[in-house]
């Protein structure tokens, strides 16, 4: 903890100097109960800040996280610039393909292609992105490449992907929809990777959310849910998942505060 908030420190000062910068952070505790059932806690810490320079285009952000008051890590960071419509940008930034799930639970049965740091050229509604194998080493070895493109349409929200493994020479892909109506959200999520198709929809109304997953050989694997609300300022959730296979449930809950 004390290098966390060492390391804090240097954030919020640096920060304040040169450009300005959006600063936020978070404290999450949350509880999930093991294969003995034991309910056993997981503290994460978390801390971000970005900046751009709208004059040039030029932006950057870092995230640290630590849990149960381990080492300080970098989770996450970028660096770019936007000209004319066009963003650039290195990092570990995440990647284009579709994903799902709750806080713990869910997102048990979609593809999600490996990434590591990559770069990132976005045009309007356009991605393309090329993550490397270990860019210390060797920033032209390629681990795998992804195309992406999201638009709205009609109030629905819609984006595909299309991943491709540089040593496997196998071709993932990944589509999700969206939409909101009169007040009750809904999607989907759909991947198919060698060969399997998988799938998980889900709908929310006011706090609750259920969702219900599965693959091409059974298309109903789990189902579940979660209740989210705020309290004191503290945002609380419990959920659990239901494996039909199993007859096996996977509780968790869990509260957080954000800065």
Known sequence: M???LLT??????????AYAADVSGSV??????????????KNTVALSFGANEPDVGA???????????GTVALDAWSLGTAVNGISVSLGDQGDLFPGAGLEVVGDDTLADPASSESIIVSIGNASFMAAVTDY?????????????YSAEVSAIDIGV?????????????????????QGAGIGAVVTYAAEEFAYEASASY??????VNGDDEEMAQNVGGQVAAEFGGLNLFAETSYNLD?????????????F
Do not use: H, R
């Open 206 to 211: 006011s706090g609750l959310t259920a969702f």
């Open 59 to 69: 932006f950057g952000s870092v995230g640290l996280e630590m849990v149960d008051g």
């Open 2 to 4: 004390k290098n966390f």
């Open 8 to 17: 804090s420190c240097a954030v919020f000062a640096l920060a304040g100097s």
């Open 161 to 181: 992907a299309i991943d491709y493994n540089m040593d496997t020479e196998e071709m993932a892909y990944g589509a999700d929809v969206g939409a909101e109506i």
């Open 246 to 258: 199993a007859e096996e449930w996977t509780p968790a809950v869990g509260a957080s505060f954000n």
């Open 28 to 41: 999450k505790l949350e509880a999930t109960q093991n294969t003995s059932d034991d309910w056993v806690g």
């Open 136 to 148: 210390k080493t060797d920033l032209t070895e390629l681990e795998n490449v992804q195309l992406g």
